[in-house]
């Protein structure tokens, strides 16, 4: 990949590296986005001219292999990307998106606002049940990145995901002495993350076609939606090929 033509420039693999995120503008199209709204609209149940059938803060939608969904996972202007933060040959390209937490504008609490990391994995002694359960270690076993599609427009009114920038360092840390069985989302939330609290939090916003792309030890959050268009997002994870390392991320 030439320089010319790689998406991200030095300065921002360098914020990458940083802060633990980067905003790729453009990834997919605007009618791609709407395409795949359509179907997500559907899958919810709710009336997008109705406001009064928009009952519930967040509606989750699980894995879709749609075309609009498989077009926008195999963006190349995305793989690009994924390439020169991740690596060429390091990571599965996605067939899909998901989950989809489609989140309305309400005045009751979401329920799941709560500041975490995304756990990817279990021990065979862990309850599969139990989502506190599971786990991360410091390789990121089964996982890259967290992403984060944009479908619809996100404005700052528009439940963005927060992001505390910089936390994934204080993580790498809080994760080393757990070893290769890491430590399980209840260890790592025991004191609710006060270790990264004094980092500032950016807002995940940007026009439909635009990925947020994570490092997999970010510390984030939902929150409710004061706006008055529904969100919609996904937030797959970008899974490891054997060989991926993830000291690479914070190597820039």
């Not at 996605?94 to 995304?118: E, K």
């Not at 756990?119 to 990121?140: E, H, T």
Request: proline fraction near 10%.
């Amino acid at each position: 990949m030439s320089a010319s033509t790689a998406p991200l420039s030095p300065a921002e693999l360098s914020a990458f590296s940083r802060d633990g995120f980067v905003r790729l503008d453009n990834a997919f199209s605007p009618d791609i986005a709407a395409e795949a709204r359509a179907i997500l609209w559907q899958l919810t149940g709710c009336d997008p001219d109705d406001r009064t059938t928009w009952t519930q803060p967040v509606i989750r939608i699980g894995g879709r292999a749609d075309p609009p969904f498989v077009a926008a996972a195999g963006s190349p202007r995305l793989a690009a990307a994924l390439d020169q933060i991740v690596g060429a040959g390091n990571w599965v390209p996605p067939m899909g998106l998901g989950t989809f937490p489609i989140r309305f504008p309400s005045d009751l609490p979401p329920g799941d606002d709560g500041w975490h990391i995304d756990v990817s994995f279990a021990l065979p002694q862990d309850d599969a049940a139990d989502f506190m359960g599971y786990r991360a270690n410091s390789a990121s076993r089964g996982r890259a990145l967290l992403m984060l599609f944009l479908f619809s427009d996100v404005g700052e009114d528009d439940a963005p995901t927060r992001i505390r920038a910089g936390s994934h360092h204080d993580i790498a840390r809080l994760l080393a002495p757990y070893g290769a069985d890491g430590a399980t989302l209840r260890e790592l939330a025991a004191n609710g993350f006060e270790e990264t609290a004094h980092r500032p939090v950016v807002h995940a916003t940007g026009p439909a076609g635009t990925v947020w792309l994570c490092h997999p030890f970010l510390i984030h959050a939902a929150q409710p939606h004061r706006g008055e268009t529904v969100k919609f997002m996904a937030q797959p994870p970008l899974i490891p090929r054997p060989g991926f390392d993830v000291a690479r991320l914070t190597a820039f």
